[in-house]
């Protein structure tokens, strides 16, 4: 897996093995410049602009979402959307020691974080591609910038207790592949885990109408992604992915996310108000990207769609 990490050097070469470092004036400054050239760690560092939001630099164009300041807080919001719907918990594998821990796809690396707390013997590592990880962080915790596409991930095989991976819908090609390359890196008697969110939307008692704004925002987007080659529909067929991989004793356990606050259940009351203000502080943030580069919509005609959305309405 070509990697790159926060430091002065430039190497296409490094994975996992190599912390990204603190950012430092140095970093930007790589030798390469004067040559014209830029090196790998510089794209890192550059984030393209488009549309009034920043994306990822490193790999640039294959994620379509942006990672900007206020993308990156909606995802530790939705962090805390998760572990509420989780009840708490980080993860249902059932761990004891584990001694290596991967996350794919880190993002803020909040997961990442409390299980290095967890397991304090334990060596988190955890990739993206995007460096919008905090630096202060516990010492057993390290952040990479690496693409999980790739196929060599730059440690032994059977390498990790763990390996964990979290709304990572609409990132892969294939996520099969990712999986069956976790699998070749995971110890026998490891786990690997994924919680993922469905995007499709669901209607407990049929009120939800053919003509519902979110509905169609919903679709527009799912087409999008499927045309850009990035499937968002991941969740219902992970089970049978893992099975197919190797994967055995495979469980699945499906939690039910309301889009707002109309369930009775104050537990999944609580759980919708929180989803309704993640749905509507990331509909632009989520739609931009694909929609534009996809569809070809300007930014103007994309929020005009987002705001019939606002009103999310019960499903
Ligand atoms: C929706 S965010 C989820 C972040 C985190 N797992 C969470 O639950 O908050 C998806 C993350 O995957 C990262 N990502 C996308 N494609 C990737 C790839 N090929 N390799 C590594 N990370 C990737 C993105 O940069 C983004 O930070």
Partial sequence: MAS???????SPTTGLDTPIEPDSPSITNSPNDCDGTKSLTDSVYEFPKENGRTYHGFRAGTYNFPNDPNEADRLDFQYEILKFCFQDKNYFAPLTSPRNILDIGTGT???????GDEFPNAEVQATDLSPIQPDTVPENVQFFIDDAAEEDWAVPAAHFDFVHTRVMLGCFEDFREIINRAY?????????ESQEIMSTLYCDDGTMSKDYPFLKW????????????RPMRIGNKLKRWYEQAGFVDVQEKVFKLP??????????????????????AGLAAISLGLFHRVFGWTKTEIE???????NVGKC
Avoid: F
Avoid at 265 to 272: A, R, T
């Fill in 218 to 229: 919903n679709k527009d987007l799912d087409e999008a992604a499927m045309r850009a080659g």
């Fill in 184 to 192: 070749y890196y995971t110890k026998p008697g490891g786990y690997m």
């Fill in 259 to 280: 889009v707002n606050p109309w369930p009775r259940d104050k537990h999944l009351k609580q759980l919708g108000k929180m989803q309704e203000a993640n749905w509507l």
């Fill in 304 to 310: 005009v769609r987002s705001c019939a959305v606002g």
């Fill in 109 to 115: 690396g909040q997961w990442a974080i409390e299980m």
């Fill in 4 to 10: 790159t990490w926060r430091s002065s050097q430039s």
